[in-house]
């Protein structure tokens, strides 16, 4: 594979901690129910506003108010930016044996990329804080194009490091990220210790999902095109 591409809360980091905490905060800053742990996981991944207007919906609801949508995200941005103020790096902790797979995937003749759900600042935040600034080579994020599993970010990767979708691979922890991956005709890889359940990632269209690092290394060095099957 030429270009590898992470997703990155709750691939590369599990951010779960701060995403429901804020979200949740943010919700009763407006005079608002919390949305349950599990819904917000659910939604993790998607572009901030897309991402609200899933919580808000109710039955029978296509689309959310988007007054209430826009004061949501403007009360998770500001708790966010003042948790990160006070804390320094959020407790968003790399999953183990992820720093060792960046490192095994780095090669002279390929590219690794990011495309998240986070904007900019977010991501750049944290992989400095975790000293991964250096390892990757281009970075997409909520203000780059549109939400997931729209492909546009992950289109720009290619791109921007000439890649084919033959030789891009497209990791991630969440049928949005599969979804993704499969409408830029890339290969798509999930991995188990994510937001989303192995078999939701399969019925997406993931080829494979793993169960630990060091197997994620193995799918990702032995990816053929066409997928075998």
């Known amino acids: ?87 320094g790096i959020l407790h968003e902790p790399l999953f183990a044996g992820m720093r060792e ?39 997409k994020t909520a203000d780059d194009g549109p939400s997931k599993p729209h492909p546009e970010i992950l289109q720009q990767a290619m791109r921007e490091t000439g890649a084919a979708p033959e030789e891009t691979v497209m990791i991630g922890d969440t049928a949005f990220d599969i979804e993704m991956a499969c409408h830029a005709g890339v290969h798509a890889l999930g991995v188990g210790w994510g937001y989303h359940p192995a078999e939701e990632l399969l019925a997406a269209g993931a080829r494979s999902v793993a169960a630990t690092p060091a197997e994620l290394v193995t799918e990702v060095e032995t990816v053929t095109w066409p997928s075998a099957e």
């Open 1 to 87: 594979m030429k270009l590898v591409v992470f997703d990155y809360d709750g691939t590369l980091v599990d951010s779960q901690a701060a995403i429901v905490g804020t979200m949740q905060e943010a919700f009763a800053e407006l005079g608002l129910a919390a949305p349950a742990p599990e819904a917000v996981r659910r939604v993790v991944g998607l572009a901030l506003e897309r991402a609200i207007g899933r919580l808000c919906l109710r039955p029978g609801e296509l689309l959310a108010d988007e007054a209430l949508v826009a004061g949501l995200a403007a009360a998770y941005r500001r708790r966010f930016i003042a948790l990160r103020q006070q804390h």
């Open 101 to 139: 797979v960046i490192a095994a995937l780095a090669r002279p003749d390929r590219f690794l990329a990011i495309a998240t759900g986070k904007n900019r600042r977010g991501l750049l935040a944290g992989l400095e804080g975790h000293g991964l600034s250096a390892h990757f080579h281009v970075l």
